[in-house]
């Protein structure tokens, strides 16, 4: 209570803009036909209940930006429950943020309504970092509750206007990412704005304002108190933003990449690890740009295959078994992650299958390699091992035979097998000569 009082009475008055600018489709561009048909019938509907509803943040960030938005978020001022009664296909979630999820035709649409100032309404930890929030307040004032001002855009589908309270269509042209308020007290409310605030610099071509940039190496520690579901999220979308390289590199500018994960600090360094993880990255960041679907299985496999390596190999000169080994090196290295990155459980399934293939892949010979053409993990394995041959620690000879038994018909494959340890190459049998036919009498 006495906390409260003095933050009360102590806080620092943030800038109140004068208004919001309107700006017109001539000078941002973006049209009603650029925006998914679901959500131009849900803003339309709630506009037709006399509500106030917006199409808002990053998909106008993108558009604006030339770029397609991978989901279309809406804001609105009614409560998330009269968004529920307009809508019969919808439910509301989440307990730190109440949000509503309305379901139109095979889209999922998020309506979030807008967020008072934050006050003592809000409850933080001991930190500032934001637990709940569900106070509901006016337009500008759940502009000032969003993290960047590039971010704080309302685009209207009916008039083709954007609502612009903190300047950021002129931000984003001027290529510059700013913070709505004092970075220090934003970052406190949310310590994962820093990785946010790395990955949309390096995804739009930004520069971090030099305000919003100052704070975060000092504030990085606050990082270690986010929980590990909402780490994994915001650096599954990091490493999926088509810009990983770049992110990473960010990462380490700006003092973020300790403690994230072990590999970063690996793949930091001029090693045959990094090397290896840095193709991996450079080669996720081309499948996204080309529209291709990356695994997040197969990313993280990359990303900490070389503590498991590393892992596999002191036990392996320890004497013990090598496949045993090996599943150990990999709860070994999971588990650590464990405690930072909370990797879904599919996931880490994923990543199991591709890192026990490895081992088999050696081997040519036999029926094995036909059994494994079988496994459900079998292609994501054999790129994975192609990567690795990329970085040298296998032969690329390796990597290329089974590219080219994998593609090959069924009775090429079997000649391309090698023979197994102790077996004679088969010897085809010679054809046995016919005898001539008996030459017809003549007529």
Not at 337 to 343: E, V
Request: with cysteine.
């Amino acid at each position: 209570m006495i906390r409260k009082l003095l933050r009360r009475v102590f806080r620092r008055a943030e800038p109140v803009p004068a208004g919001p600018a309107l700006i017109p489709l001539a000078r941002h561009g973006v049209r009603r036909e650029q925006i998914s048909p679901a959500a131009l019938k849900v803003v339309a509907r709630l506009q037709e209940a006399g509500f106030k509803a917006y199409v808002v943040g990053g998909a106008v960030r993108d558009l604006i930006a030339g770029l397609q938005p991978k989901d279309f978020d809406l804001a609105t001022d009614a409560t998330p429950e009269q968004v529920r009664a307009l809508f019969r296909r919808s439910r509301i979630i989440g307990r730190r943020f109440r949000i509503v999820h309305v379901m139109e035709g095979r889209e999922t649409m998020e309506v979030t309504t807008f967020r008072a100032a934050a006050d003592d309404r809000v409850e933080t930890d001991e930190n500032g970092r934001v637990l709940r929030d569900n106070a509901f307040g006016t337009q500008e004032e759940d502009a000032a509750r969003r993290d960047f001002t590039v971010n704080a855009l309302y685009y209207d589908p009916a008039d083709e206007t954007i609502v612009d309270f903190h300047h950021g269509v002129a931000d984003l042209q001027q290529k510059t990412l700013r913070m709505i308020g004092d970075p220090h007290r934003r970052y406190r409310e949310d310590p994962v704005r820093m990785l946010r605030a790395v990955r949309l610099a390096a995804k739009l071509g930004l520069e971090l304002d030099p305000a919003a940039r100052a704070p975060i190496r000092d504030m990085a520690p606050l990082i270690e108190n986010v929980p590990a579901s909402r780490l994994f999220d915001e650096m599954l979308k990091l490493l999926l933003s088509g810009h990983a390289v770049e992110c990473i590199r960010r990462l380490r500018d700006e003092g973020l990449h300790h403690g994230l994960l072990p590999l970063l600090d690996v793949i930091l360094g001029d090693t045959q690890g990094g090397r290896f993880v840095w193709g991996a990255l450079a080669a996720t960041d081309e499948r996204v740009r080309s529209g291709k679907t990356v695994s997040p299985g197969f990313l993280f496999a990359t990303l900490l295959w070389n503590e498991v390596l590393a892992s596999w190999e002191r036990r392996k000169a320890a004497g013990e078994t090598p496949m045993p080994a090996l599943f150990e090196a990999m709860d070994e290295v999971l588990d650590i992650q464990a405690g930072k990155l909370a990797i879904q459980r599919r996931v880490a399934a994923d990543i199991k299958d591709i890192w026990a293939l490895q081992p088999r892949l050696a081997t040519r010979s036999g029926k094995r390699p036909l059994r494994l053409l079988e496994q459900p993990r079998f292609r994501a394995a054999m790129d994975f091992l192609g990567l690795r041959a990329t970085a040298g620690e296998v032969p690329a000879e390796l990597a290329e035979w089974w590219r080219s038994f994998a593609d090959a018909e069924p009775e090429a494959r079997l000649a391309m097998l090698l023979p197994a340890k102790g077996e004679r190459p088969r010897r085809r049998r010679r054809a046995k000569a016919q005898p001539a036919a008996a030459a017809e009498p003549a007529a």
